[in-house]
């Protein structure tokens, strides 16, 4: 079941996406579709509390021919073999959205997952590993 945090997080990381397409003058259908993809970015918690809950829910919604299904599927999976601008921009989002739904640096969101989940678990070091991949990428 997804915790009264994590739907925070959920929000705010749907919101900065919007916001971020609004900055860059894409056009509005878009930018509803990154609030959207935004939004059920993290729908698998709702099914399960670890690390496989992107590929649950990418899997619930490919079922469902989601359009974006794939970057929530991929989305916290460094390395992977599926890219897209979308799966960069809900990445982007999702490293600068605290576990409450807070905006942080990308140095703050990895103590957040840190502190949360241990500096020796896998969501700390994918989440580091796509952190360097965006920077990068030329996201900051």
């Known amino acids: ?3 009264n945090d994590r739907i925070n997080h959920i929000i705010s990381v749907a919101r900065f996406m919007k916001e971020y397409c609004i900055e860059k003058k894409y056009d509005s259908t878009y930018c509803e579709e990154m ?9 698998g918690y709702e099914f399960c509390d670890n690390p496989e809950h992107n590929y649950i829910g990418g ?19 460094p390395d992977c073999i599926y890219s897209s601008k979308e799966l960069d921009l809900l990445n982007f989002a999702d490293m600068h959205i605290d576990g409450k739904g807070n905006y942080v640096s990308f140095e703050e969101r990895l103590l957040d997952i840190g502190r949360r989940r241990g ?12 952190i360097e991949s965006l920077i ?3 996201y900051n």
């Not at 609030?35 to 729908?43: A, C, K, P, R």
């Open 1 to 3: 079941m997804i915790s």
């Open 119 to 130: 500096k020796d678990s896998s969501a700390y070091k994918n989440s580091k590993k796509i």
């Open 35 to 43: 609030f959207t993809l935004g939004y059920l970015h993290d729908i």
């Open 59 to 77: 899997e619930l919604l490919d079922k469902q021919k989601y359009k974006y299904s794939n970057e929530i599927k991929y989305h916290g999976v």
């Open 136 to 138: 990068s990428k030329g």
